[in-house]
């Protein structure tokens, strides 16, 4: 099985808030051993937790999502743009992308990824997460499910990884542009 299928559409979707604590999160630790530092995007940014760390070491970093700017964001260094990943259009090229638990709210993840990866500088970075199918309810804004790494990797398999990687709750990849 490639992915679980998209969700009926007469289900909308609900949209929460998922600050987490990052100290000694693996998903931070994951994103500090491969992001590339330089100009980065955090798409589906939400509270701006990875935002927030990137810029905090000197990044400089565009977030964006659906909703208005989150309040942890004002005040910072982060460039915050209020678009659906969809409808986003930039000159800019990044040295990562961050997609951390935003493909699984996607109505088509598939060109969503081949669009960003369109937006990497040569070497760039890709890092995307995203819960495993047996770790999660079935949650309202959840679309799309992995139920596990190889599923997920079929996914990218017109792409260059460096690794991927499965916890007890999250998969992990990393994309690189050449």
């Known amino acids: ?11 909308k979707p609900w949209l929460g808030h998922n600050m987490h604590i990052l100290g000694g ?4 630790t994951f994103l500090e051993n491969n992001y590339r530092p330089g100009r980065i995007l955090d798409v589906g940014c939400g509270e701006g937790a990875f935002s927030i760390w990137c810029a905090k070491r000197g990044n400089m970093v565009h977030a964006i999502d659906v909703h208005d700017m989150p309040k942890y964001l004002e005040g910072t260094s982060v460039n915050y743009e209020k678009v659906a990943v969809e409808d986003y259009r930039t000159s800019l090229r990044f040295n990562t992308i961050i997609l951390m638990e935003i493909i699984e709210h996607l109505k088509d993840p598939d060109a969503v990824v081949k669009k960003l990866f369109g937006y990497l500088l040569p070497k ?4 995307i997460t995203t819960p495993w199918v047996d770790t999660w309810d079935w949650e309202g ?10 599923s997920f990797n079929k996914m990218f398999k017109n792409y260059e990884f460096a690794l991927t990687h499965m916890d ?8 690189i542009n050449g």
Do not use: C, K, Q, S
């Open 25 to 28: 999160h693996e998903r931070l």
């Open 1 to 11: 099985m490639n992915r679980i299928t998209l969700r009926e559409e007469g289900d």
């Open 168 to 175: 007890d709750t999250f998969l992990y990849g990393v994309l």
């Open 141 to 150: 804004d959840h679309l799309w499910r992995w139920p596990d790494l190889a």
């Open 124 to 127: 760039g970075r890709m890092i």
